[in-house]
Nanobody, 125 residues
Framework: QVQLVESGGGSVQAGGSLRLSCAAS????????MAWFRQVPGNERGVVAA????????YYTDSVKDRFTLSLDNAKNILALQMNSLKTGDTAMYYC??????????????????WGQGTQVTVSS
């Protein structure tokens, strides 16, 4: 059973940086997609960035390109999201998700099997 635990959220002023981490226990698959989603109350959960742990394919939603960067430590099973130049619009609950045994990087939340509990990111002006 895969368990995902997020950490690193918090409050920061606009223009600042945060680094989120997702520790994945039980994720022993040679390939699959791991992703970060975010959600604000009243809105659907939307993908921020995703990476395939087998072939390294990545996806970033347009609003975070050139500001956010994924990194994957396969030995430690940790997926990190470095968030720079944060904007108030980045305020949301951030969730880590995993979908084992696929080659791509799905962008819809319903495609993912495992979820963390979420970590709050608040960006103030």
């Amino acid at each position: 059973q895969v368990q995902l635990v997020e950490s690193g959220g918090g409050s920061v002023q606009a223009g600042g940086s945060l680094r989120l981490s997702c520790a994945a226990s039980g994720y022993t698959y040679s390939r699959g997609s791991m992703a970060w989603f975010r959600q604000v109350p009243g809105n659907e959960r939307g993908v921020v960035a995703a990476i395939n742990t087998g072939n390294g394919i990545t996806y970033y939603t347009d609003s975070v390109k050139d500001r956010f960067t994924l990194s994957l430590d396969n030995a430690k099973n940790i997926l990190a999201l470095q968030m720079n130049s944060l904007k108030t619009g980045d305020t949301a609950m951030y969730y880590c998700a995993a979908k084992p045994l696929i080659y791509g990087v799905p962008r819809m939340s319903e495609n993912y099997d495992y979820w963390g509990q979420g970590t709050q990111v608040t960006v103030s002006s």
